[in-house]
């Protein structure tokens, strides 16, 4: 009884105060407080001065005397994960995949097919054929890569550059085209400048231009595919430019927090756009924010195909069992321009890009691989490369004749009711096509039939 009178004066408790208060109410609340107060003071553990250690909320640590700053490691590094070497050698055979043959081959026939559409829809733009495209030289090992570690059920969030994931799961080249062109073909309808795909039924959200934009949406519905426990992982691609907008680290943090099945997957391609790395952030790149929030995190050799294959399916079975996001930092290089919009000239020699595409790229490590094993040589390329481009070139082709979508789709899929006043203004630029036509190129769109809203 001594020990607990003791405790409660120690707490700031006297029974005498409580009986000084006349209201009830007020008494409620004292003793109310007074009870918390107690419970909070007997559930503290003491330690003794050897064991002691903070009892902080906000972070687990241990106690120390001296004045030291923590000093970013940024010299050696987090290690580059990798599985074969430059020339296609597995380097530890516990950490091959062991892929069949017919998968190794699909590998590299979507990783030289998206090359093959990138060469040709470039020189489209530089023709005047297309307004706009960004190429995936040097990166196809990690779109190929990390898609073959998915689940087709898995929801894709891509950035700009991930054209070949929506290949691997069978995005067909006419769709491919059609979206660069902004034909009647269009799954976006002709709304979205190029080379911003999406398609609901392969799972892969139509990507956005505004950098970083699509983080907290992939966390928001990693958050929801969570509550539905449906055995379902989202991946969230982008830049390690996108990562130094305020929305990636939103992203970082709701995933963390709300601990949803997410996986982070960063190119680390060198460039944000003509910013080098070295201008973007003085840390250890961007697997080392993972950490900091509280994500497990890698950091693989993105021109290994294997290496990003591994550390995509892992990630993704931990994400899913464990209900956690993780962090995927996959090193490449942007061999191509950022854009038709950009002359990388201007911010890097033609020697560096000349090694990177020579001496270290994805494709030339593959077909190494196979070459070794007697599953690629000679003819099987100049027939593949023949095979490949005339594919691309038929569904260029086919593009190109398709006329645009009907102007009366400018009007459409944004209400489910059309509203008076956006029914006036259908009306009012059909009676102006209609009295005009003569200074339209109404001949290059599908037909607008007349009282429907709609395309022939």
Known sequence: MAAVASLRSFCGIGVGTVRQHAGLSARYRLGHYRTFRVNACLSQQTFDSVEERPQFPGASAEFVDRLEFIQ???????????????????????EDPKLSKEQVLNFYQKMTLLNTMDRILYESQRQGRISFYMTNYGEEGTHIGSAAALDPTDLVFGQYREAGVLMYRGFPLDLFMAQCYANADDL?????????YGCKDLNFV???????????QAAGSAYAVKRENANRAVICYFGEGAASEGDAHAGFNFAATLECPLLFFCRNNGYAISTPTNEQYRGDGIAARGPGYGMPSIRVDGNDVFAVYNATREARRRAIAENQPFLI????????HHSTSDDSSAYRSVDEVNYWDKQDHPISRLRHYMAARGWWGEEDERAWRKQSRRRVMEAFEKAERRKKPSPALLFTDVYQDMPPALQKQQESLWRHLHSYREHYPLGQYEEWVEGTGEGK
């Open 72 to 94: 970013p490691n940024v010299l050696s590094g987090i290690p580059v994960y990798r599985v074969m070497d430059r020339q296609g050698q597995i380097l530890n055979p516990d």
């Open 188 to 196: 976006g309808k002709g709304r979205q400048m190029p080379v911003h």
């Open 329 to 336: 930092e996959a090193m490449t290089y942007r061999i191509g």
């Open 206 to 216: 139509t990507i956005s231009s505004p950098l970083a934009t699509q983080l907290p």
